[in-house]
């Protein structure tokens, strides 16, 4: 696979890497882990991953442990549930 089949046209991905960086973008999308992890094991309608994670409250903009746990296995049998996923940095 060649750069230009990897990355939009005109994109310039030494702007993006770091000089000591040890793979260029080209090699993390021709990796197989990433291929793998690019690839969905799931279908529409099948049961999601169960997972389980603190809760935290943020409402006075700090992150507070609530002692609290979610757990996705337990929530999905009382109630349908959305995940949002997503990067906030």
Known sequence: MSERDQLPSGFDWRAFTPEDSPKTPMDVLADPLHQRLATPDLAAGDPAYDFDLEVYDFSDGTERATGARFHLREAADA?????ILGSYT
């Open 79 to 83: 109630k349908p549930v959305a995940l």
